[in-house]
């Protein structure tokens, strides 16, 4: 999922439970185009590879991702700013109020789909 904040989802995408994060959330990237002006992505530690910050490089974007503790070279980030990326957590949570998304009762991946677009409208009626 791309967020803006802890109340507004940008995209999002569903994989299947083997697939990695990675692969899907640089398609995520890739889909909200080249950047107009300075944005950072706050991102977990499962998109630091070099692939998906070189991809978030050339569309301008600033990636925001602590590098993972047996990196030969780590980088530095902006740890403040990191500590931001908790809003995204706090969207998820807000939609795992609902016991269909959280249970994931439903069967076909659509109507998950569906539901989870459903529960971010209601959320965002509410909140």
Not at 19 to 36: M, Q, T, V
């Amino acid at each position: 999922m791309v967020a803006a904040n802890d109340k507004t989802a940008i995209t999002y995408s569903l994989t299947s439970g083997k697939a990695g994060d990675a692969p899907e959330g640089r398609k995520l990237i890739e889909s909200l185009g080249e950047a107009e002006r300075i944005t950072y992505l706050l991102m977990d530690r499962a998109h630091e590879g070099d692939v998906t910050r070189t991809l978030a490089f050339e569309l301008g974007y600033n990636p925001v991702v602590p590098p993972k503790k047996n990196r030969k070279k780590p980088w530095v980030y902006d740890k403040e700013l990191y500590k931001l990326r908790n809003q995204v957590e706090r969207l998820f949570r807000r939609i795992k109020r609902f016991r269909r998304v959280f249970t994931r009762y439903d069967k076909l991946d659509v109507m998950f789909m569906a539901f989870v677009t459903l529960a971010l409208i209601v959320d965002s009626i509410l909140c």
